[in-house]
T-cell receptor, first 113, second 116 residues
Framework: QQQVKQSPQSLIVQKGGISIINCAYE??????FPWYQQFPGKGPALLIA?????SEKKEGRFTISFNKSAKQFSLHIMDSQPGDSATYFC????????????FGKGTMLLVSP | GAVVSQHPSWVICKSGTSVKIECRSL??????MFWYRQFPKQSLMLMAT?????????EQGVEKDKFLINHASLTLSTLTVTSAHPEDSSFYIC????????????FGPGTRLTVL
């Protein structure tokens, strides 16, 4: 009930291409879905987050697509750049009330020049 | 802003010694702070959740007598790894949430612990 499944485990994309990372959750009570970006040796940084009242959220080159009925959400990185090479984690939790983040296992993205 | 700092950024210690890691929220008061451990190429594993002035809540399998957490103020939480052993070597990351009622977490930069 608490799992968040993330795929793919690793991804290589050419510069300028679109990177797509998918996550699926099980707990229908979850209503907060953030994506974190982590560079080697650094802590995760919040990239973008979505709540179920919208099906898509866009911030610059980063877009979250959310499918409530399928219990899936995905991160799209448009015009991927070598500087986007990092590990990306999806997570899910309740937005309010006592809840901890349930993380996916992460996706290592490499954007080739 | 929502900046969280950790100190030290890395530490090397001998087996059997204790190490203290500090986590501070620099520009906000943190209702709740979280401590995670991350092994290479793995996801973040929640160790414990702490609220200011109360005892920490530890996740299953985390030894509370080994990983001492003190949340003395709304801007400071500390994690002490007692009697450290080489298997405790890991990347320790804290996060904090604001008193807004949401579960948004803001992460620190992490502390690399190496136990020799």
């Amino acid at each position: 009930q608490q799992q968040v499944k993330q795929s793919p485990q690793s991804l290589i994309v050419q510069k300028g291409g679109i990177s797509i990372i998918n996550c699926a959750y099980e707990n229908t009570a979850f209503d907060y879905f953030p994506w974190y970006q982590q560079f080697p040796g650094k802590g995760p940084a919040l990239l973008i987050a979505i709540r179920p009242d919208v099906s898509e959220k866009k911030e610059g080159r980063f877009t979250i697509s959310f499918n409530k009925s399928a219990k899936q959400f995905s991160l799209h990185i448009m015009d991927s750049q070598p500087g986007d090479s990092a590990t990306y984690f999806c997570a899910a939790s309740l937005y309010s009330g006592y809840s901890t983040l349930t993380f996916g296992k992460g996706t290592m993205l490499l954007v080739s020049p | 802003g929502a900046v969280v700092s950790q100190h030290p950024s890395w530490v090397i210690c001998k087996s059997g010694t204790s190490v203290k890691i500090e986590c501070r929220s620099l520009d906000f008061q943190a209702t709740t702070m979280f401590w995670y451990r991350q092994f290479p190429k793995q996801s973040l594993m929640l160790m414990a959740t702490s609220n200011e002035g109360s005892k920490a809540t530890y996740e299953q399998g985390v030894e509370k007598d080994k990983f001492l957490i003190n949340h003395a103020s709304l801007t400071l939480s500390t994690l002490t790894v007692t009697s450290a052993h080489p298997e405790d070597s890991s990347f320790y990351i804290c996060s904090a949430s604001k008193p807004s009622g949401s579960n948004e977490q803001f992460f620190g930069p992490g502390t690399r612990l190496t136990v020799l």
